[in-house]
């Protein structure tokens, strides 16, 4: 059985910068894409980015292209998310997903199909 774990969440000040760390077990993690979402209090859940089973191909929204960088450490069964320039507009818990099919593309993720991991909430104070 596949779990995804996610960490690193906590309570930064704006502007600062925040890592969260995806493991993945239970099966060959360099054979899938990995994504984040995020939900903010009140809202949807939102695509955050997305990175191929290579590393070599990423995918960001728009609200975060240029601030975050997703990458992936397949050594260590493992997906980073690097959050700089951090805004209260981006406190929400984060969900790290990994996909079903070998392979796939990661843009496949958007939809949010996939194995989710349990969130980690990221608070950014004003």
């Known amino acids: 059985q596949v779990h995804v774990v996610e960490s690193g969440g906590g309570l930064v000040q704006a502007g600062g910068s925040l890592r969260l760390s995806c493991a993945a077990s239970?099966?060959?993690?360099?054979?899938?894409?990995m994504g984040w979402f995020r939900q903010a209090p009140g809202k949807e859940r939102e695509f955050v980015a997305a990175l191929s089973w290579s590393g070599g191909t990423t995918y960001y929204a728009d609200s975060v292209k240029g601030r975050f960088t997703i990458s992936r450490d397949n050594t260590k069964n493992t997906v980073y998310l690097q959050m700089n320039s951090l805004k209260p507009e981006d406190t929400a818990v984060y969900y790290c997903v990994a996909a079903t099919t070998p392979y796939s593309p990661p843009i496949s993720l958007r939809a949010g199909t996939g194995i989710w991991g349990q969130g980690t909430l990221v608070t950014v104070s004003s």
């Open positions: 239970g099966r060959p993690f360099s054979n899938y894409a």
